[in-house]
């Protein structure tokens, strides 16, 4: 890794992870560290080389926090990667980080990982960091099983759990609801008991692991709540008659301080997958539904959070959290907001809010520079044009290598 400079950067508008800072900011830069966060355009130290941001927004780095890098975001991903050698799945991964690095992305949290490869791999200094749970845990043939975590009954979860720690996964997953991208997996399913998942949540807390539900069924969600865990995935509350959301849900998972991954984000355009089609014709689901959940989940208090589960087919590849952003400011979250859950609310999802998702004096040199202003164009989140990873500017080669 090259050594980083000393660097001002100067923005005549800043965003610091939580408000908009209109006047702007200069962060000043040294060792990998923010050094100092100064409003509007300061003299700078001597020492520092300056880099001016004009007509820009300086933020910072984005977190993606649900994605699966061994995925390559083609139609079938999931699918594939079982028959790949461990180098092809490797170079998969490295293409999957390059992706988001250029989409501004400087922390991701890996879900879906397949036989350890992602926690066995080599990190390189221009990579986003990478939390990451291993293979999520589920029941013999259930969704996602083909990533190698079945485990059924008490001693095989406990196992499970133990040696997610001794790899050194970050968190723990676990997929309570059935999911869309198995063949003959029913969304609408348990796959584990209360009694289940009470005992992982016990066993990863023994670890120091936070442990994160797959949970699409309303029932799902509601054992989630009462099992402990502190984040839940999808959360979509799907019932036969489509999304219900009980009166008492809001306050149930912002009393628990429970984080909440809608998942949002995908190509504008694109057609809907085979699996969401049928989704839809089953449940009568339909993204106007979800949009509003959500919206008013965050405006009852409930801690929402950006991750795009990119790379699982072609209407989601690796790089579009900021289309998550959008879409969430498309349900009617104020912008700072929605900016928020991918920046500071995102990293206290994944344990890393003293380090990550902040302008602040001693968080990671992690930063995005866009062209244009998100208040007034959201949009603006996907015109890239300087990524910063501890405090080595990253080049467009050098993102996309």
Partial sequence: MPYPERVAHIAALAFDGRRFRPEGATVLVEAGSILSVEPGQRPVPEGFAVRRHEDATLLPGL?????????????????????????????????????????????V??????????????????????????????????????????????????????????????LVKIVVSGGAMTPGSDLLSLQYSLEDVALVVKRAADHGLRVATHAHSLDAVQLSIDAGVQNIEHCTCLTSHGVQTPPDLAARLRDNGIHIGPTFGRIPGSRPSAQALEVTRRTGLVPEHRFAQVEKLHREGVLVISGSDGGIHAAKPHGIVALAVAELVAAGIATDDALATATSVSAQACGLERTK???????????????????????????????????????????GR
């Avoid at 999931?78 to 999957?96: K, T, W």
């Avoid at 990533?147 to 040696?163: I, N, R, S, T, Y």
């Avoid at 520079?369 to 501890?390: E, F, H, S």
């Fill in 109 to 170: 949290r890996d879900l879906g990982d397949n036989h350890w490869s992602v926690l066995q791999r080599t990190a390189a200094w221009d990579e986003p960091t990478v939390i990451a749970s291993g293979p999520p845990i589920t029941t013999p043939g259930g969704h996602c099983a083909a990533m190698g975590g079945e485990a059924a009954g008490p001693e095989q979860l406990l196992a499970a759990v133990d040696e997610r720690a001794r790899r050194g996964a970050d």
């Fill in 357 to 399: 998702g902040r302008l602040a004096a001693g968080a990671d040199a992690d930063l995005l520079v866009v062209q244009g202003d998100p208040r007034a164009d959201i949009a603006a989140l996907t015109r890239v044009l300087t990524v910063v990873k501890g405090g080595v500017e990253l080049s467009t080669d050098a993102a």
């Fill in 63 to 107: 977190i993606d926090t649900h994605v699966h890098l061994i995925a390559d975001g083609k139609d079938g991903a999931l699918g594939r990667d079982p028959g790949r050698s461990a180098e092809e799945r490797e170079q998969v991964v490295r293409e999957s980080l390059r992706a988001h690095a250029r989409a501004g992305v400087t922390t």
